[in-house]
């Protein structure tokens, strides 16, 4: 069966640039230590999964729908514009994108959507006729993890595919439950507010017990606990929000057929792409 890989570049783009041990310069003393962390770590990542089908998607900039649901939706990020060269990972993003053109692999800015968006779209559309790796750290993919869908999360040897297993293992609930665990949660990478008094064990055994957030509302009297009956009531608009906010379907057009995707990694190396792109 066929392998696509799905890679979250703003994802990847950050945990390289800020995980790199220093601010590294080349010989004409530009910082490329975005570039040659992300490069490396989409080569290792392409070892590891070995690919037919390859992507890398980058958030564009505009408006996001997810604002208009909830302002406070990502209002904890750092305005980027206020970054200096030095500390904005964006700074590099030109050398990426010079990089991925000389591997020659397809990448875009999402235009209408967030990333998140079509990369669901991708694994949705697709992930009946073919395995489907999504490398990326935000949680929101776990909610489409089935037998043919899985993240990876990359860390060198610490790297860890999740799949079925690891999230009934980790959450005590399967994929489709994800989002309701997550919008009773909250999530504070994405300032996303969840109830109040409810932390993963008291969420995964109300899933576990009433299986959606839809049924927990509706029998919020049958729930024991005084306290946790009273946050889902209290706030069951809230819950409502975050569903939407954290959904993710295949409402997003892809930006390329999947024909247009087909890669074979040839062992080229880190240094000779950022050589051959003029940076070393």
Same mark, same amino acid.
């Given at each position: ?27 004409? $003393?530009?910082? !490329?230590? $975005? ?11 392409? *070892? ?17 729908? @997810? ?9 904890? @990020?750092?305005?980027?514009? *206020?970054?200096?060269?030095?500390? =904005? ?14 591997? $020659? !692999?397809?990448?875009?800015?999402? %235009? ?16 009946? &006729?073919? #395995?489907?790796?999504?490398? %990326? ?15 990876? @999360?990359? *860390?060198? &040897? ?7 297993? +690891? ?14 665990? #997550? ?6 990478? &994405?300032?996303? #507010?969840?109830?109040? /008094? ?16 839809? =049924? ?5 009297? #049958? !729930? ?6 009273? %946050?889902?009531? *209290? =706030?069951?608009? @809230? ?11 295949? /409402?997003?057009?892809?930006?390329? +057929?999947?024909?247009?995707?087909? +890669?074979? +990694?040839?062992?080229?190396?880190? =240094?000779?792409?950022?050589? $051959?792109?003029? !940076?070393?």
């Amino acid at each position: 069966m066929d392998k696509f890989l799905i890679v979250d570049g703003h994802n990847l783009l950050f945990q390289m640039f800020y995980g790199m041990p220093s601010r590294i310069t080349n010989k004409d $003393g530009k910082a !490329i230590q $975005g570039t040659l962390g992300f490069v490396g770590a989409l080569l290792k990542i392409i *070892r590891m999964t070995e690919p037919s089908h390859l992507i890398v998607l980058f958030d564009g900039e505009h408006e996001n729908d @997810r604002t208009n649901l909830d302002p406070q939706y990502k209002a904890n @990020r750092s305005d980027d514009l *206020r970054m200096s060269e030095e500390n =904005n990972p964006f700074s590099q993003l030109p050398d990426i994108y010079d990089a991925l053109d000389f591997l $020659g !692999i397809k990448h875009i800015e999402a %235009s209408e959507f967030e990333a998140d968006d079509v990369i669901a779209s991708y694994s949705l559309s697709y992930g009946k &006729d073919m #395995k489907i790796i999504i490398s %990326s750290f935000d949680s929101d993919f776990f909610q489409l993890i089935d037998d043919n869908i899985s993240v990876l @999360r990359y *860390r060198g &040897d610490k790297t860890v595919l999740c799949d079925l297993e +690891y999230i009934q293992n980790k959450y005590g609930i399967v994929p489709k439950q994800y989002v309701d665990f #997550k919008s009773l949660t909250g999530d504070n990478a &994405d300032n996303i #507010k969840g109830a109040d /008094k409810i932390g993963p064990k008291t969420a995964s055994q109300l899933l576990c017990e009433f299986g959606t957030i839809d =049924n927990i509302i509706e029998n919020a009297e #049958k !729930i024991k606990k005084p306290s946790i009956q009273d %946050s889902i009531v *209290r =706030n069951v608009e @809230r819950l409502k929000t975050n569903q939407k906010l954290i959904h993710l379907d295949n /409402k997003a057009k892809p930006p390329f +057929y999947i024909d247009e995707l087909f +890669y074979s +990694y040839n062992g080229i190396t880190t =240094n000779h792409v950022l050589s $051959g792109i003029g !940076i070393k």
